[in-house]
């Protein structure tokens, strides 16, 4: 082929274009530290890694309703430990009241100690945790127990979604707890326990025994619902914070350039601009027009 | 008089040489002008009978009419290519994977989402949906409004193309017939407006796809797509109008044909006219119908999910979003709605009015929504049909990028083969140049010899 001086002066041009745009991108990618920047980039890669965001984006809002759930559970668990407590000194009282040995005196004593016990265990019962009444149910706005110890709240739970498509109760109603729903009326076991020693109805004492032990069996078990639940939402927390990690590795990979080949790539492409600029360097070509002698 | 004869030889030879001189020292001149092709010089001897000697006659342009011919192919594919990567671009910028772009937005509004159906009654939880649904929308619009300036920008880019075009035309047309007139008269050089002629056609064809008929003669005539004159033999220009199509919204071309308008849009399919086109048709369009259509179908998908709730006052029937009535321009009308805007107790997380205020049971349907093959006919999700529309984009544009390349290295290779043979070097010239000075030094020698000749017989008679 027959070379021309234009030939020539293009091609050194268009060479050290190239490599000037090699440089630059190795230079952008070698900054930013990722290989993909735009979607025209590396399109697959770039829709595939959206996936991922939305992944991690997902495992973020998971972790955060696990922790609003957990702190519910707990305080709710925690209040129903306390009534647990309450109820069991109150059968101790009981049960010390029904023996022949004790004067109607005594027992009256007793009953102030009961009634103090029932408004413990009503105040517990309207725990709030975050503005929310943790034993309302879904009408959690306002106390679900009244000074009569009437729940006003909402018979279903608020469910929350602690993983996809993972929905657990948060929390159980007061009214299966404390309430008739469960079984016993405890606040009503507890009045009918102070008007017995008030009384000094022996029997009356007896009888609230059983009362207060269905009571306590309620407890316990929405203690256990409430201790499942925490479970449950112990595992998705680990659920969420491992989907995240791996949908940070996994966009990642997709999008981030490797150390390594970003650096090798770089001084590829320095020492290629480099050349380029020392060919171009000894241009003109030594030609006939400098050496010719006419 | 054969000594005379000799002198008369030897005068010729001293023109030939001046006139091979001045012709190297025009293409050496000539040798960084873009288009100029080398002249060479044609001598022809002269017969010792008809007076002997060297004759020149005018210097003729070296050149392949095929390649030319080709390389204007290459041009308009290149021209394609980067019409469409300049009205691509655009999308590279509105899909990026960053902050405040739709796919983070998306990702927000179901965050805050899954907060709502966590806290139905917190007060900040509501606030933060409000807050991320009108980000959502704010993200589509502005990459709806992105997607349209891009279009206006491709649509008056080949209006200014077509201006070119036609200014260009008008110039081919004057100097055809410069050349026609040149070409009739005698010993006038047409080659350097042939050049001029070809540099325009050039130019023009990395606009259009534009061909040249030229015979023996030297008629010549350009013709768009192979199908019709924009320039005739005699010159006559036929020009290219970019109308406004008012069905579409877009410009097409038109020419103008015995006193109406013929739309003559479909010859153009390469060129930067033709690929501004292809890529406003194409993926610019697909990207917007795709983006109207996501917008459209979420839009709608959460409202009936949200107009079936209850907000904080017991209300029902509330729409989340506001949107145009149909998925044409969805995209850029999409706002929160009025029914919910600056007051998150409307938020409809409850599905009755019975328990109220951690009813969530809505808001956990809603959230639900996001996992719903909502949109693109039950295929896509609104994430998998957002990632879909930035798979398409990149990929187009990407497409476009690769040609790009591909196209502009085809015509690099086109104007080298071009240049091999039309192209000036210094070498070359400088070696003729050695020559026609020789030659010029040996005819002043013949005119010497013949000179001393003549004076040693005039001696001799005396």
């Known amino acids: 082929v027959r070379v021309t001086d234009s030939t020539m002066y293009a091609q050194m041009r268009a060479g050290l274009a190239t490599r000037r745009e090699h440089l630059e991108r190795a230079q952008s990618a070698a900054i930013s530290g990722r290989r993909v920047q735009k979607p025209s980039d590396d399109p697959a890669a770039m829709a595939k890694a959206r996936s991922h965001s939305a992944q991690e984006s997902r495992s973020i809002a998971n972790e955060r309703t696990v922790n609003v759930t957990l702190t519910a559970l707990q305080v709710a668990d925690s209040a129903l430990d306390q009534i647990g407590e309450s109820l069991a000194r109150a059968r101790e009282l009981a049960l010390q009241a029904s023996s022949g040995t004790i004067s109607a005196e005594d027992r009256s004593y007793l009953a102030n100690e009961v009634e103090a016990l029932r408004s413990q265990v009503l105040g517990l019962a309207n725990t709030q945790e975050g503005g929310r009444y943790v034993f309302a149910g879904m009408k959690d706005g306002d106390s679900p127990f009244g000074a009569d110890g009437v729940y006003n709240g909402d018979t279903e739970a608020q469910q929350v979604e602690i993983s996809k498509g993972l929905r657990i109760p948060l929390g159980v109603t007061g009214d299966r707890i404390l309430g008739a729903a469960g079984g016993q009326d405890v606040f009503a076991a507890l009045s009918d326990l102070t008007s017995a020693l008030r009384g000094n109805d022996v029997d009356a004492v007896r009888a609230s025994l059983d009362q207060l032990d269905q009571g306590s069996r309620q407890v316990r078990s929405a203690r256990v619902d409430i201790g499942g639940g925490i479970d449950a939402t112990e595992v998705a927390r680990s659920v969420a914070e491992r989907g995240r990690d791996q949908a940070v590795a996994a966009r990642s990979a997709l999008l981030d350039a490797d150390p390594l080949d970003a650096f090798t790539e770089l001084s590829r492409a320095q020492g290629a601009l480099e050349a380029a600029v020392a060919v171009a360097a000894q241009l003109p070509p030594p030609g006939l027009a400098s050496t010719a002698r006419l | ?462």
């Open chain 2, 1 to 462: 008089m054969s000594l005379t004869k000799a002198m008369n030889i030897g005068r010729s030879g001293l023109l030939a040489a001046q006139h091979g001189t001045s012709v190297a020292s025009q293409n050496i001149a000539n040798a960084a002008t873009e288009g100029y092709t080398r002249r060479t010089v044609n001598l022809s001897s002269v017969p010792l009978d008809h007076g002997g000697g060297v004759k020149s006659a005018p210097s003729t342009r070296v050149q392949d009419q095929f390649l030319e011919r080709r390389s204007l192919g290459a041009r308009a594919n290149s021209g394609e290519a980067e019409g469409r990567v300049q009205t691509l671009q655009i999308l590279d910028t509105i899909l990026a994977d960053e902050p405040g772009d739709i796919g983070s937005a998306l990702d927000g509004f179901e965050s805050a989402l899954s907060d709502l159906s966590a806290q139905p009654s917190d007060q900040g939880a509501r606030q933060a949906l409000l807050s991320n649904a009108q980000q959502l929308s704010q993200a589509i619009n502005s990459a709806a409004s992105g997607l349209s300036e891009a279009r206006v920008a491709a649509n008056d880019s080949i209006v200014g193309a077509v201006e070119q075009v036609n200014r260009q035309l008008d110039e081919i047309g004057a100097l055809t017939r410069d050349i026609n007139i040149a070409r009739n008269t005698p010993n006038q050089d047409t080659g350097d407006l042939i050049d001029q002629r070809n540099r325009l056609v050039r130019d023009v064809a990395k606009a259009l796809p534009v061909t040249t008929v030229e015979d023996v003669k030297g008629n010549f005539s350009l013709k768009l797509g192979g199908s019709f004159n924009l320039v005739d033999v005699e010159g006559g220009v036929r020009k290219l109008q970019a109308n406004l199509d008012a069905t579409s919204g877009d410009v097409r071309v038109y020419r103008e044909i015995s006193g109406r308008n013929e739309d003559v849009t479909r010859f153009i399919n390469s060129g930067t006219i033709g690929g501004t086109m292809t890529a406003r048709d194409g993926a610019l369009s697909q990207a917007q119908t795709a983006l109207d259509q996501l917008a459209f179908d979420m839009a709608s998908a959460y409202n009936t999910q949200h107009s079936a709730g209850v907000g904080l006052d017991g209300e029902t029937g509330r729409n989340l979003f506001e949107v145009s009535a149909s998925a044409q321009g969805a995209a850029s009308s999409l706002r929160l709605s009025a029914d919910v805007a600056g007051q998150p107790g409307n938020l409809a997380a409850a599905s009755s009015g019975g328990s109220l205020p951690s009813d969530n049971r809505n808001a956990l349907e809603l959230l639900n929504l996001r996992d719903r093959k909502l949109t693109n006919g039950g295929v896509d999700t609104a994430q998998s049909a957002f990632s879909s529309i930035v798979a398409g984009a990149g990929s187009s544009l990407r497409a476009a990028m690769d040609r790009q390349v591909q196209t502009d290295a085809a015509v690099g290779q086109m104007d080298a083969l071009r240049e091999s043979i039309s192209g000036v070097s210094t070498d070359d010239e400088m070696i003729s140049l050695m020559r026609y000075q020789r030659a010029y030094q040996a005819s002043l020698r013949v005119i010497e010899t013949a000179d001393q000749m003549l004076q040693e017989l005039l001696n001799m008679r005396r």
